[in-house]
């Protein structure tokens, strides 16, 4: 029988949201760790916000929302708004009510600001991993390390002499004038982006070109792939081995040695010496392109050396789905600090969308 294209136009449900959501759907799992890391955080939370005033968004709720953001590629914060007005899944999983309106975009933003001033990110990165159910997926022997290039929300256009930051000469093109910088030696020295003045000019390779860009680092423990660190800084040719020194430290003061995969990039004798100091094991893979690799038999006779080389590749798995789809290929927001927290909050958001299927096997 056809059923009838009609409206019901009935005021009342009498099925709740927790009974629309089905029992085995994967943002139960990440629900309940989320919340169990936010309990912990509830302190930091209110040293950030004043006994007096007006109620604001609840940073549990502002954080669920921003989780959200990211684990569905929601581009804006209008659209995330957009998105609560009519998705039950959503409001569920952030703890709105059916009934209850969505916040303003605006606001919502506001108030995604003030957490930054409690460096949020890295403490719920840091309480997720802490809850003793996620505690035993974790290695705490082998790690890996790299880094990663965000694109800067600045034009290369933007890039102007220091000395005299005003607009490129407009040639009556329009608004968007064409500039041309064929024969103008340009550096981070003597330009910055009038833009965004925390990012630099810089070029991943031999012939490519030049992006005003940050520079992510994120260390990975090997037995379940999850990011333990991760923290977000200006681009140089030593950015990548500084933080991996300092990602790795809090992890090396234990007797026994432990390991530190990383791709060739790393192989450099003042890094490797540096490890080997700390009691780390430099499993680096060899650059022998035209030079001699600090790496040697000493530690490529080892079978666990092939196995970190093998397993170091699953951190661009991470920088892949943080990029792709949280949607940090290009960041949007400007400044280090702020650049750095989204950085930090999307490897926490990473784990969140593998914990469910990990637990799964560990049970």
Known sequence: MRGTDQRSGELFSYVGLEQRVRADHPLR??????????????????VLYS?????????????????????????SERQ???RLEFDLLFRWFVGLGADEPAWDHSTFSKNR???LDGDIAARFLSAVLARPRVRRLLSTEHFSVDGTLIDAWASVKSFRPKDDPGPPHDDGGGSKTSSSFRGEKRSNATHASTTDPDAMLYRKGPG??????????????????LLVDARLTRVSGHAERLAALEMIEPYADRPRAITLGADRGYDAADFVEE?????????????V?????????????????????????????????????AGLRRTKLRGLEKVDWS????????????LPRLLGEAA
């Open 343 to 354: 950085f930090t909050f999307a490897a926490a958001a990473y784990n969140l969308i593998r």
């Open 29 to 46: 799992a990440i629900r309940s760790i989320v919340n169990e890391a936010l309990e912990t955080l509830s302190g930091e939370f209110a």
């Open 289 to 325: 392109s035209g030079r001699r690799s600090a790496i040697d038999r000493r530690t490529t006779r080892h079978a666990s050396y092939a196995a970190s080389l093998r397993i170091r590749k699953r951190i661009e798995e991470a920088f892949g789905w943080i990029k792709m789809i």
């Open 51 to 75: 006994g007096i005033g007006r109620p604001s968004i609840p940073p549990e709720m502002l954080l669920r929302a921003m989780l959200l953001q990211a684990f569905y590629s929601v581009r």
């Open 208 to 225: 490519m070109e030049a992006r005003l860009c940050f520079i992510g680092h994120g260390l990975m423990e090997n037995r379940s792939g």
């Open 275 to 287: 490890l080997r100091t700390l009691n780390v094991r430099p499993h680096v893979a060899q650059n």
């Open 113 to 115: 600001d003030r957490l």
């Open 80 to 82: 995330l708004m957009e």
